[in-house]
């Protein structure tokens, strides 16, 4: 429910649907909004049907929920905000395509501010078609930017959006309580764990998350079979579902070593990971870089040209590794890190202080900055479009 207090200038944000990981975001940004004499006004509207079945909603009793119809199988969606956006100061809507109604708020609403959050482009997509050209040209319509990392507001001034009219949020879920879940794991529960498994002294890799295409799980089973080979007694943990964990399964069959997890949550994810000393994540890295900062373990990943822009957090060579994009690189790269200690012990301690970097707290903070910025500086759509 919607309601403005006189002491205070009402801001909406926007979002197509609410995922559970943005909750804790949104009740920090409620907090560091009033207390900058601002006043978060919410609205999210419902998931497509294809979303829904990820099962990872989440819901807040104080927003506002939106009216959602999509179309041409999810491409499109309307969902009307400008009864809302007209009592408010400023709009935080996200750039995505198929939101109809933003471009009502961009090319309309002369005498409000309209701010554009998102990744800056669609790093997996063609930049040369016309649906990536039209977001390109949309994305100057705004009269400022909350950009996801460094390397998004590079893609946005890239497309000519002045720089002083961007903020870098450094995108972050809460991973405070996985920070806790790992500093709480005991060497007994460890061995217990490794005993249940039938672990061998050797090194240990994991991999953590969903398992589709651009994660790449055929080079990841490829790259195991050769440090397997390289270094005795090595394992490989695989925590996580998705379409293609059927390759891991077959892979498991013949190789003992490969242990299939599934999906863990919580304390018992946090216990299962500590045993690893890399993170393997040959493809597609976003959020999940975070994971890798909670629990002290390098991520070793490629260039291989999918990553979202969260991949700027990763700093080759202190907290994690990226290598040419081939298995040979990869390899290399990995055994020459799990037979350093020394080396290996100092990306872990890099890996830990990221943690404490790339919170949601350190998020909602930029965020408001952003947006008392935006509210301070005069409108500037139309003037590049």
């Known amino acids: ?31 560091d909004m009033r207390a900058a004499g601002l006043q978060l006004q919410l609205a999210y509207g419902s998931p497509t049907d294809d979303e829904s079945t990820k099962r990872d909603s989440g819901d807040l009793d104080w927003a506002t929920r939106l009216h959602t119809r999509y179309a041409l199988q999810g491409k499109l969606c309307w969902q009307p905000f400008g009864h809302l956006a007209a009592h408010c100061a400023l709009t935080v809507i996200t750039a995505e395509n198929k939101l109809i109604c933003n471009l009502l708020e961009q090319f309309g609403a002369a005498h409000r501010r309209v701010v554009l ?8 997509g063609d930049p040369d078609s016309l649906r990536e050209r039209f977001k390109s040209r949309i994305a100057l319509r705004a009269d400022w930017w909350l950009a996801y990392t460094d390397m998004s507001r590079d893609l946005v001034q890239a497309l000519g959006f002045p720089m002083d009219r961007i903020t870098v949020l450094n995108n972050a879920v809460d991973t405070t309580e996985l920070v806790a879940q790992f500093a709480a794991v005991t060497p007994e529960s460890q061995e217990s764990l490794r005993a249940e498994l039938s672990l061998e002294q050797g090194p240990v890799a994991v991999y953590v998350g969903s398992m589709y295409a651009e994660k790449r799980i055929e ?20 925590i996580g579902g998705g379409p293609q964990q059927g390759l891991i399964e077959a892979a498991a069959v013949k190789a003992p070593w490969i242990k299939v997890l599934g999906i863990r949550k919580g304390a018992n994810k946090a216990l299962a990971a500590s045993l690893a ?13 975070l994971d890798s900062f909670a629990g002290g373990l390098p991520m070793l990943t490629t260039d291989c040209k999918l990553h979202s822009p969260e991949i700027s957090y990763l700093d080759s060579g202190r907290n994690g590794l990226m290598t040419a994009n081939t298995l040979n690189d990869y390899v290399q790269a990995a055994v020459a890190l799990l037979s350093d200690r020394a080396r290996l012990q100092a990306m872990r301690a890099a890996c830990m202080d990221d943690a404490r970097r790339f919170t949601i707290a350190a998020m909602s903070r930029r965020f408001t900055e952003g947006v008392l910025g935006a509210l301070s500086a005069p409108i500037r759509r139309g003037q590049r479009a």
């Open 1 to 31: 429910m919607l309601s403005n207090s006189p002491a205070l200038t009402p801001v909406l944000v926007v979002q197509r649907r609410m995922t559970h990981y943005r909750v804790p975001f949104f009740e920090a940004l409620r907090a």
């Open 117 to 124: 959050w998102g990744h800056g482009a669609n790093l997996q």
């Open 219 to 238: 080079f990841l089973l490829d790259a195991a079979r050769e440090l397997r080979e390289r270094l005795p007694g090595f394992s490989l943990l695989v």
């Open 277 to 289: 000393d890399v993170m393997l994540n040959p493809g597609l890295v976003g959020l999940n870089i």
